[in-house]
C-alpha cells in the first residue's frame, strides 16, 4: 500500500502530474476509449518528458507495482490501464517535427494520429496509420499498423525508422537498424513488452488530396459484392485501397435519409490520384452492380481519417475480435452473409482490410508481424453506447468470429485482440515468437512490462 509520504517523494522527482484516486480529476483520467473497461489504478504518473518516464519507471519497481503504459488509450482490451497499479500516462507528451527536407516525422508517445496528420499534411505528407484518427501513435505502431496506405507504403511498421526507448531498468536507448537492432526488430509489432517507446522517428510519404469515401449497396448483393471484391483487390493498383464492410447507415450526413439505420455493404475506398484516375479503376464496380449510394470525392486526407471519429466517440462499449484470411472462400462468404443480417446494434460492424501490395514485399521474418503473406485482415466489432447491451455486441462478435476463424490464418492482428489468453498471443506471432521471447529475455527479463498482449522470457 502506498502512503502519502512515499508518493510525495515521488512527486518531488516528477515534473508531470501525480494523480491519486483522491484526485478530483481521477475519474475522468481513468477513462478509456473502450467504454467497457472500467479499472482503478492505485496512482497515474502523467509524464512531460523522458525524464518523467525515467523516474515513474524507477517508481513502480521499486515499489514493486504492477504498471501499465498509455500512449492516446485507444487500446481494445483497454491495456493501457491497470487495477491497482502504476500507469504511466504519456498524455502530456505530444509533439510532432517535420523535417521537410528529409521527410521525416519525429512523433512523442503521447500523440494521436490527428495530431501527426494535421502536422504532415501541411507539408504534403502522411505517415501510414489506421482508420480512425482518434487512434494512439504509439499502440498502432507497436501493433503493426494497417490502414489506408497499405497497399502502397506498407504497415506503419515498414515506415518506423527508429525509436526512443526507456527500458524496465530505468535506462534510455535508442532502437533503429543500427543501434539496438534486435530490439528495433522486436518493436516493429511485439507490442508493449519491451520498454516505453517515447518517440517515433518515421518516414513520411508524399501524400496530400486523395480521392476517397464509401460506396453502399444493398445487403442482398452482399454476396457478389464479397466476390467481385476478392478479385478485385488482389490485382488491383497498389494505388487503390478500399476496406469491405457490413454496417448499419448511420442516420446523418452524408447518407440520405431513406437509407439510415438499414443493414447494408459498402466498400470504403481511397485513392491519392485525380478524380478522373480514380473513376477509371473504379468504373468497372459501378458498372457490375451500381452503388445504392456513394460520396467519393476528393478530400484531404485528414478528413478521410477523421471520417469515422464522429461516429465512433470515446466511451462507447467495444468488444473486438480479429483473424488473418489467407482468401475469402464462398464458404467463408456464405457465413459472412449470415451474421451480417444480424448485425445487433448501430455502431456494430465486421471489416475485411487488404494488406497485400507493398506489404507482401517485407518478409515474414523482417518483423514480428507473421502474416505478411495473408490477403485479409479481418476485424469484428460490437459496439454501444448502452452497458446494458454489453452481453448482446460481446456475443455477436464471438459467434461471428467463431463462425469464421475454421477458415483463417490461424493467428489474430495484436491491435484487433481482447485478453485471449497465451496461446492467442502465440499464435499472433507464429514462428517469430521463439526469437521474440529471446528479446524479451534481454531488455525485460522479469516481464516488467506485463500488462499488453503479453510475450514471456525464454528461460536459460
Not at 523522458?50 to 503504459?69: E, K, L, N, P, T
Not at 471520417?307 to 456464405?334: C, R, T, V
Request: glycine share 10%; with cysteine; aromatic share 12%.
Amino acid at each position: 500500500m502506498l502512503n502519502k509520504e512515499t508518493i510525495d517523494q515521488f512527486r518531488g522527482q516528477f515534473r508531470g502530474d501525480v494523480i491519486e484516486p483522491t484526485d478530483p480529476r481521477y475519474n475522468e483520467v481513468r477513462k478509456v476509449y473502450n467504454g467497457m473497461i472500467d479499472r482503478k489504478p492505485a496512482l497515474f504518473a502523467q509524464c512531460t518528458d523522458v525524464a518523467d518516464v525515467m523516474a515513474a519507471i524507477r517508481f513502480g519497481r521499486d515499489q514493486g507495482m504492477r504498471v501499465s503504459i498509455r500512449g492516446g488509450g485507444h487500446n481494445a482490451a483497454g491495456l493501457g490501464i491497470c487495477d491497482d497499479g502504476l500507469v504511466i500516462d504519456l498524455c502530456k507528451m505530444k509533439y510532432v517535427h517535420v523535417d521537410p527536407a528529409s521527410g521525416t516525422v519525429r512523433v512523442g508517445g503521447g500523440c494521436t494520429w490527428s495530431d501527426v496528420d494535421h502536422a504532415t499534411h501541411a507539408f504534403g505528407l502522411a505517415v501510414p496509420c489506421g482508420f480512425v484518427s482518434s487512434t494512439g501513435v504509439a499502440g498502432l505502431t507497436l501493433g503493426g499498423g494497417i490502414g489506408y496506405l497499405t497497399r502502397q507504403y506498407g504497415l506503419t511498421i515498414d515506415n518506423l525508422l527508429a525509436a526512443d526507448v526507456v527500458l524496465a531498468d530505468g535506462s534510455f536507448v535508442v532502437a533503429s537498424a543500427t543501434q539496438n537492432a534486435d530490439l528495433f526488430w522486436a518493436l516493429r509489432g511485439g507490442g508493449g513488452n519491451f520498454g516505453v517507446v517515447t518517440s517515433f522517428l518515421f518516414q513520411g510519404r508524399p501524400v496530400s488530396t486523395v480521392c476517397a469515401g464509401p460506396m453502399l449497396w444493398e445487403l442482398d448483393q452482399a454476396e457478389d459484392m464479397m466476390k467481385w471484391y476478392r478479385e478485385f483487390i488482389a490485382t488491383a493498383p497498389e494505388e487503390i485501397n478500399g476496406f469491405f464492410a457490413v454496417m448499419t447507415v448511420p442516420p446523418g450526413p452524408p447518407f440520405p435519409e431513406a437509407l439510415h439505420f438499414k443493414k447494408m455493404c459498402a466498400i470504403v475506398w481511397c485513392y491519392p490520384g485525380t478524380m478522373e484516375q480514380a473513376n477509371r479503376i473504379l468504373d468497372p464496380v459501378r458498372a457490375y452492380r451500381k452503388p445504392a449510394f456513394e460520396f467519393f470525392v476528393p478530400m484531404p486526407f485528414p478528413m478521410l481519417q477523421g471520417m469515422f471519429d464522429g461516429l465512433y466517440p470515446p466511451g462507447l462499449q467495444w468488444y473486438w475480435k480479429g483473424d488473418f484470411f489467407n482468401e475469402l472462400s464462398d464458404a467463408a462468404i456464405a457465413l459472412h452473409l449470415q451474421h451480417a443480417a444480424k448485425l445487433p446494434t448501430l455502431h456494430s460492424t465486421m471489416h475485411l482490410y487488404p494488406i497485400n501490395g507493398a506489404a507482401h514485399r517485407v518478409g515474414k521474418s523482417d518483423t514480428p508481424w507473421a502474416y505478411r503473406d495473408a490477403a485479409l485482415c479481418q476485424v469484428i466489432v460490437g459496439v454501444d453506447p448502452d452497458p446494458a447491451n454489453q452481453g448482446k455486441i460481446t456475443d455477436w462478435a464471438k459467434g461471428y468470429h467463431d463462425a469464421l476463424h475454421p477458415y483463417g490464418a490461424g493467428g489474430g492482428y495484436v491491435n484487433f485482440m481482447m485478453e485471449e489468453g497465451d496461446d492467442r498471443v502465440r499464435a499472433t506471432y507464429g514462428a517469430n515468437y521463439d526469437r521474440l521471447s529471446a528479446v524479451k529475455a534481454k531488455y525485460d527479463p522479469s516481464n516488467f512490462f506485463r500488462v499488453n498482449q503479453n510475450i514471456k522470457a525464454a528461460t536459460a
